[in-house]
């Protein structure tokens, strides 16, 4: 179902808020060429206008979610990997950790270690660039975008505008015609990005509502199905063995 079709909008939104529901998990290497970041400067701050993309076709949802892991071991030595939990496969890495976790001998400092090897979640979405202060060569250009549970709480606030907000029409930022562009406002609190000064604009079609220009943003789309590719992660015995530093 292509949210670029005017008519298949309405009947997309029950599935797409029973998805946002799940808690579900999932991570990626960097790519330069298709992913896009915000340049951050020396305070850590930054800003930027995006939109949230819907997907292709073949793509059930506008997003999917990667969990990944990235921790130092004892020799000094880096784990960085995809998590294939993110697919549904065993990993050894967090198999390890509810061993330590769940073990009767178990300290707190085991509770420390399992802390720092916990996977992690991250969301991928297609987006349109809309300005980029620091780099205006990405303005009007499709890229895959990679974010945490603070800004997709907003994405899923604005769909399901909580109680207390009764006056909040539901929104899905995830539509060309009434979805809304995002302020992103990075900055840095304890020693780590914090979104909390990013805020949706006002619902508003993209490019005034030109069928012909929203239409032609679905060739620029990145099927989100290739980042969960089983390609994509190593197996339990390659994992295992990296896992013996």
Excluded at 68 to 90: A, D
Excluded at 99 to 109: F, G, K, R
Aim: glycine share 4%.
């Amino acid at each position: 179902m292509s949210l670029f079709n005017r008519a298949s909008r309405t009947n997309y939104l029950a599935s797409l808020r029973e998805k946002m529901n799940e808690s579900t998990t999932k991570t990626f290497q960097k790519d330069d060429t298709r992913f896009w970041k915000p340049e951050v400067d020396k305070a850590g701050n930054s800003s930027a206008v995006v939109r949230f993309l819907p997907s292709i076709e073949s793509d059930p949802y506008p997003y999917v979610v990667l969990h990944t892991h990235g921790f130092q071991g004892p020799t000094g030595k880096w784990f960085i990997e995809n998590c294939p939990t993110s697919i549904n496969l065993e990993c050894p890495a967090c198999a390890a950790n509810s061993a330590l976790w769940n073990s009767s001998n178990s300290i707190e400092s085991d509770k420390k270690i399992v802390s720092v090897r916990k996977r992690k979640m991250s969301h991928i979405s297609n987006i349109l660039v809309i300005k980029d202060p620091k780099h205006s060569e990405n303005d009007g250009k499709v890229f895959l975008y990679r974010y945490g549970k603070k800004i997709f709480g907003k994405i899923k606030d604005l769909l399901e505008p909580p109680a207390e907000f009764a006056d909040m029409e539901p929104c899905n930022a995830y539509d060309p015609y009434e979805g809304a562009n995002f302020k992103l406002r990075q900055t840095k609190v304890d020693g780590f990005p914090n979104y909390d000064k990013s805020t949706f604009d006002a619902a508003a079609a993209l490019f005034g509502g030109n069928d012909d220009k929203i239409a032609a943003l679905e060739s620029q789309l990145f099927p989100l199905a290739t980042i969960l590719d089983v390609k994509e992660f190593k197996s339990f015995d390659d994992l295992q063995k990296r896992l013996t530093f």
